[in-house]
């Protein structure tokens, strides 16, 4: 009997097969309170990571752009600026309650007419080749289940001279910070996310899916493997928090 496929779902071993449904149940739960216990559980910090990794798109007007696991629209938001009115903005999630918040957000905002709307799996785009001048990907990946699948899509959809920006939970460098960190993620982030969205086992699993997310070294190479060249990474917090960029020539 052939043996199935397993992967990881935060410290727990799934199939393959399972991983993307039991993520969907997270991110389903936690929803609606995603981007209050994004401020609560970084202090805010997220959007100062958030506007550094816009910072590196180099984005101009007219480009055309992919936010996959765009969520609730932070990235889009502030992409919208630097793209005008010629140039337009795919938000795509796996997930359709993130889908719809983030729609929900940007239409109450008034960003509507160059933003599309797509539920999509990273590892299957439904886009053709050579489509965008950039993707980004902001603390998705690591909820992917074949991340090299992920990546050769992206490849696949940036147009040549697209950039891949990836903004993700990290594996912390400063000296002294780990085991603050651990004491953080295990102990007091359950706890929180108990007490603002009345589920602690979904922000069990973000501090499990953070460790079991490759280091920044093995990213970039899996970004050079999939055949981003000029392939850079940039630690912000201490290498709480990565970004990624890689280009296509």
């Known amino acids: 009997m052939e043996k199935s496929e397993t992967t990881h779902f935060g410290y727990q071993t799934v199939a393959a097969s399972e991983k993307a449904h039991k ?3 997270v991110f389903d739960s936690v929803a609606s309170r995603y981007d209050l216990m994004n401020d609560l559980m970084s202090l805010g910090v997220h959007r100062l990571w958030k506007r550094f990794a816009v910072s590196l798109t180099g984005l101009r007007p007219g480009d055309r752009v992919l936010d996959l696991a765009g969520g609730t629209g932070d990235l889009t938001y502030r992409m919208l600026p630097l793209v005008g009115l010629k140039g337009r903005i ?3 999630d796996i997930n359709a309650s993130m889908l719809g918040g983030g729609r929900k957000r940007l239409v109450d905002e008034g960003a509507v007419g160059n933003i599309d709307y797509v539920q999509a799996d990273a590892e299957q785009l439904p886009f053709s080749d050579n489509t965008f001048h950039c993707i980004t990907i902001g603390f998705g990946l690591r909820n992917v289940t074949r991340k090299e699948r992920a990546l050769e899509a992206m490849y696949r959809a940036l147009k040549p001279g ?3 920006i990836i903004l993700e939970f990290s594996h912390p ?3 002294g910070l780990k085991p603050i960190y651990d004491l953080y993620s295990f102990a007091a982030l359950p706890i929180l996310g108990q007490l603002v969205a009345h589920d602690a086992a979904s922000y069990r699993y973000l501090a499990e ?4 997310h490759p280091d920044q070294e093995t990213l970039l190479r899996m970004l050079e493997s999939s055949g981003f060249e000029r392939c850079q990474y940039f630690n912000l917090s201490g290498g709480i928090v990565a970004v990624h960029r890689g280009y296509k020539f």
């Open 23 to 25: 993520v969907a149940e």
């Open 90 to 92: 795919v938000l795509s």
């Open 162 to 164: 697209g950039r891949l």
């Open 173 to 175: 460098v400063a000296p």
């Open 209 to 212: 899916s953070i460790r079991m």
